[in-house]
């Protein structure tokens, strides 16, 4: 966004009034600060109206892939690091399926992708597109293994070829899907661009050589009309993936340089090394990871890595407040009780189950302050435990009477024990202490 | 051609340096000395500014082991019986960097083992390993005062790493640390001030800010490395930006990874439990490397692998 001074030195400087604030300068402040609309001033030029629109366009070009439910959208992005607001388009996983595959297989690796799914805290995590790649170099088996693909699966879709003729035959069986060109490089441009342009889908420009050819790749598939584009940056190892992907992520948000202002696709390759690539673009800038092939047991990492990177900052993760069974706890299982700060429930967690020992764990909600702050600020109280106690129906499951209080908190002890009527136990300080202090019970 | 341009940053500070170990003409007998930190730039960015040398991955290994990980266990074998042929395996096999030997057999709590004890089993390992140590107590307060003196007296100018110092207690490891040119770890919890207030704590006891590495506290992989992630990274800006107090290298333990229940158990439906855990300390490691770490204590040494091969193609220390 530029600067007031920046905007006041387009407006007409008549000072009449008629956009409701006193003088053009009083103006230019609104809307510096996104209060006021530029159509407000009848006298504004067209010149204005358009450097004004180009500067106030998001730094990276939201990108969108795919059609309903499961869209993916990309770039929007306006930070370098996640403290200082947020990431707020998490990276995509896809994984590619060669056309070359018989059908049989073709089918069974597609099932086998979506069936790599995992649940944990309450969000699902999965792949989220498929990429065809076309090894038989056969454009009529690209095209059919693009449609076999998309009757099996509602995720979008990633063309992967360099061949137009190819590349324009899926398109034709499956545009309304809208999947991504991969794509367009130096030798294949316009005829990309033009395929692209017909079917209104998204576009990955690829160029190794280095960040100025891409950038010129870009404005030529800009002048051919497209601009629904992704960057592929094709670095050789890590160090140049984190270089360029910085640079990108840098120029655009905090240069006000738009040449390459768009989301970015890794092309991670399988193996170690590709996780290792996909794990480094969901740290660092990466819009869209295609795999040639990935693990399940590689999958679950990447997949909660992302969950924790791409988690809001300014909003403590919490957990559901309610009354958790551990190490399979029944009737006769104390009541250990924590917050729903989750940083502090898994610590209360693990080393409960590292105890071994039965035990309920009763997540009091604390509005995800942690157990002193939440004591200090008046969230954890007898009433609240209370609260959670009933709300959760905790007394029903957990029939020993025996409640144990963080020592953090053991002063509310006596308070607590009369509004719940149970024996209060003073736990550990430290989480860390609850092994042996349940062992000990 | 459209010209990008290149956005460098112009920081104003920089990492310090910390020496481990010590050769024999430094009167250790260490073959090799590690420097670590240095660095003038966020994490890998050469473009922006230097980052000098390599991070570092530490072998863990501990003097008596109670509810260690299955997995490891498998990986290391009857070694983890004995420190010695466990941190002789880390170095010949797995190319540690270094070792950290946690003296966990002094708790008072449990095997209660006397200061003396856990200072000769520094000294037989400093015999069997040439690399630098890094050596922690048990955690428990009281005792790692007594343990920490006794290590840092028998193995004078060797220049160990001591962990750690917290603002709770902080003089006696510090004063073990100074009386015998160790380095040592100040530890906070989760929190840029906090890491800068115990670092302020100790210089003004006299401790030197080259012989200062920061543990931040390393959150793992799901349960709140989102936490510990931006932690550092402000951390490592604000050092950038010039506040002198955080111009240390960062330490961080990735081994609290294996406290996660997806690096131990089985996930009804789903495979590879072995692999999926070894990528758990790894994962942790990578981001604790890329938010600006510059030795992790590592526990697998499958992990360690990874890692370190993330670190070659990251150019480490190029």
Redesign the interface.
């Known amino acids: 966004m530029p600067t007031a001074i920046e905007i006041f030195k387009l407006l007409p400087k008549k000072n009449c009034g008629k956009c409701n604030f006193p003088t053009c300068l009083a103006f230019a402040m609104q809307l510096a600060n996104s209060k006021a609309k530029l159509e407000d001033c009848p006298y504004v030029s067209e010149e204005a109206k358009s450097t004004l629109a180009a500067s106030a366009a998001p730094p990276i070009r939201l990108v969108k892939l795919g059609v309903g439910a499961g869209v993916i959208e990309m770039g929007d992005e306006t930070e370098l690091y996640r403290h200082e607001k947020k990431f707020f388009h998490p990276t995509a996983y896809a994984v590619e399926i060669p056309d070359s595959l018989p059908e049989g297989e073709l089918e069974a690796r597609v099932r086998g992708i979506m069936g790599m799914r995992f649940e944990r805290v309450g969000q699902v995590l999965r792949f989220d597109a498929i990429a065809i790649s076309n090894p038989s170099k056969d454009p009529g088996r690209f095209a059919q293994a693009a449609e076999d693909v998309a009757n099996l699966t509602e995720l979008p879709l990633v063309l992967k070829s360099r061949d137009a003729e190819a590349t324009k035959a899926a398109v034709a069986r499956l545009g309304a899907r809208r999947p991504l060109i991969y794509g367009a490089d130096a030798s294949n441009l316009p005829a990309m661009c033009t395929i692209a342009k017909g079917a209104s889908c998204p576009l990955v420009v690829s160029e190794p050589t280095g960040l100025n050819q891409l950038a010129d790749l870009v404005s030529k598939a800009r002048s051919a009309g497209v601009e629904d584009l992704v960057l592929e940056l094709g670095p050789k190892d890590l160090r140049e993936q984190l270089e360029r992907s910085t640079i990108v992520r840098k120029v655009s948000v905090k240069k006000t340089f738009r040449g390459l202002g768009y989301p970015i696709l890794v092309d991670a390759g399988k193996g170690e090394g590709g996780v290792l690539k996909g794990m480094l673009a969901t740290l660092k800038y990466g819009s869209l990871v295609v795999f040639e092939d990935i693990s399940e047991a590689q999958a679950l990492p990447l997949f909660v890595l992302r969950q924790n990177i791409f988690t809001d900052p300014q909003v403590p993760i919490q957990v559901k407040p309610g009354i958790y069974p551990v190490n399979g706890a029944g009737e006769d299982a104390p009541i250990l009780f924590t917050t729903n700060f989750s940083l502090t429930y898994f610590t209360v967690l693990a080393d409960i189950e590292k105890s071994k020992v039965p035990a309920w764990l009763l997540v009091v909600d604390t509005e995800g302050l942690s157990v002193m702050t939440a004591f200090s600020a008046g969230k954890l109280t007898p009433e609240s435990v209370v609260k959670g106690l009933e709300s959760s129906g905790a007394k029903d499951k957990s029939k020993c009477g025996q409640l144990v209080i963080p020592g953090m908190v053991s002063r509310m002890s006596g308070k607590l024990q009369e509004a719940t009527g149970m024996k209060v136990l003073v736990g550990p300080k430290e989480s860390s202490g609850l092994p042996k202090f349940l062992k000990g019970l | ?7 460098k940053e112009r920081w104003s500070g920089k990492i310090g340096s910390v020496a481990l170990g010590a050769t024999p003409e430094e009167g250790g007998t260490r073959a090799t000395k590690l420097v670590v930190g240095g660095e003038a730039t966020m994490p ?4 922006e500014g230097g980052m000098p040398n390599r991070p570092l991955i530490a072998g863990e290994v501990i003097d008596l082991t109670t ?1 260690f990980p299955e997995i490891v266990r498998r990986e290391l074998g009857a070694a983890i019986d004995d420190p010695v042929t466990w941190a002789k395996r880390w170095v010949e096999e797995f190319h540690a960097d270094l070792i950290c030997l946690k003296l966990h057999s002094t708790n008072p ?1 449990e095997a209660n083992r006397s200061a003396e004890e856990a200072a000769a089993t520094v000294k037989r390992m400093l015999e069997a390993v040439k690399v630098p140590l890094i050596v922690y107590g048990s ?1 428990h307060e009281e005792k790692d005062a007594k343990v920490l003196e006794s290590v840092s007296n028998l193995a004078p100018k060797e220049r160990l790493l001591l962990g750690h110092a917290e603002e709770s207690a902080y003089k006696t490891a510090a004063a073990a640390a100074m009386s015998n040119d160790h380095a040592i770890i100040s530890f906070s919890n989760l929190d840029v001030n906090l890491s800068k207030q115990i670092i302020i704590l100790l210089t003004d006891f006299g401790v030197k800010k080259e012989k200062i590495v920061l543990d931040p506290l390393a ?1 793992a ?7 510990s ?2 932690v550092m ?2 951390i490592r ?1 604000s050092a950038l930006m010039g506040d002198s107090m955080l111009q240390v290298p960062m330490i961080c333990d990735t081994t609290s990874a294996w ?4 690096a131990t158990e089985e ?1 009804p439906g ?7 855990a070894v ?2 300390e ?2 942790t490691g ?2 604790a490397m ?1 938010s600006g770490a510059d030795i992790l204590i590592m526990r697998s040494p499958g992990s360690a692998r ?1 890692v370190k ?2 670190i070659d ?3 480490g220390g ?1």
């Open positions: 051609m459209v010209e990008v341009p290149t956005p890998f960015l050469y473009f509810d709590e955690g959150a992989l799901g349960m709140g490395l989102e936490y992630y931006s990274e402000r800006l406290k996660a229940k997806e996930i789903h495979d590879g439990l072995e692999e999926r990528w758990w790894a994962t990578l981001a890329l990874i091969r993330a193609e990251l150019g190029a």
